[in-house]
């Protein structure tokens, strides 16, 4: 019954991502991200202690706003887009050092106007992250690059872990995850990032330094992509639940689905940001 579920979802679910990702003008795909953090802001209300029905219908048009905020902001140039690619970048590396303080560092986060805060600095840093990727030149293959990268990292960290995944990595926080499965994700970006270059960009002229910051590059986007999944894995454990909701049948919410790319997404951005000529 729920593999069922799983692919009915997948066949719905697949053509509107295709079309939202790839089809959609900025403004629409502003739009289209937009709605996924509102859905994922009705998800992570809950998970931060604020499960009414008005709390978490408030949370969401809450985030609607921040988006819209964020939107005119970015596509009038009103700050420069550094300035919020530097704090989403920021928020992570918050973020990194909170799941390897868990849970000592709870009371840091651990009230629920600190969750909800954090939920939005996740929320927006995503939409962030993916608007400025969207207005790059060659955004198609770039948002293609960064769902390789992630997606890679996900299937050889699953295999990996399978097969040889006795340490874990953070225990307390998430006890799935193991130092075999994270090496195994890393590497198979790495592996990734090299042959999508190789197939799409003249490297005739590229040193060994430009392959040295291309790895660098893939293997901090999935570094970050496991912090996002370790975020919201230790929120979800602080309230007790297993899947951050039931908005997609067989497949857990949307939040379980987006939380790697919710970091992934403007750690990539923020490295063409900084180096344009990678």
Not at 28 to 45: D, H, N, R, Y
Not at 234 to 256: C, E, F, N, T
Request: hydrophobic share 60%; with cysteine; net charge positive.
């Amino acid at each position: 019954m729920k593999i069922n579920s799983r692919i009915k979802t997948a066949i719905v679910l697949i053509p509107i991502m295709l079309v939202g990702i790839y089809l959609l003008p900025l403004a629409g795909f502003a739009i289209f991200m937009g709605l996924i953090a509102v859905l994922g802001a009705w998800e992570w209300a809950d998970m931060a202690g604020c499960g009414r029905r008005m709390q978490r219908l408030l949370y969401s048009l809450f985030i609607g706003v921040c988006v819209l905020g964020l939107y005119v902001v970015m596509s009038q140039q009103l700050v420069a887009d550094g300035w919020a690619l530097s704090i989403a970048v920021a928020w992570w590396l918050l973020g990194f050092a909170l799941i390897l303080l868990y849970p000592r560092a709870t009371g840091v986060w651990g009230t629920p106007f600190r969750r909800l805060v954090a939920g939005t600095l996740v929320l927006c840093s995503m939409w962030v992250g993916f608007y400025w990727i969207k207005g790059a030149d060659e955004s198609n293959v770039l948002i293609t690059l960064l769902m390789l990268l992630v997606w890679g990292a996900d299937i050889g960290a699953y295999y990996a872990g399978r097969a040889f995944g006795k340490r874990k990595l953070l225990p307390n926080v998430s006890p799935g995850k193991t130092w075999a499965g994270a090496i195994a994700a890393i590497g198979s970006a790495m592996l990734i990032g090299i042959v999508v270059v190789a197939l799409v960009v003249d490297t005739q002229l590229w040193r060994w330094e430009d392959y040295l910051l291309l790895l660098l590059f893939a293997g901090s986007v999935v570094v970050m992509s496991i912090v996002g999944d370790l975020v919201e894995s230790m929120v979800k454990r602080q309230r007790g639940l297993k899947d951050s909701g039931a908005l997609l049948p067989g497949h857990g919410g949307i939040m379980d689905r987006i939380d790697s790319m919710c970091a992934a997404a403007p750690v990539f951005a923020a490295f063409l940001y900084v180096w344009p000529a990678l």
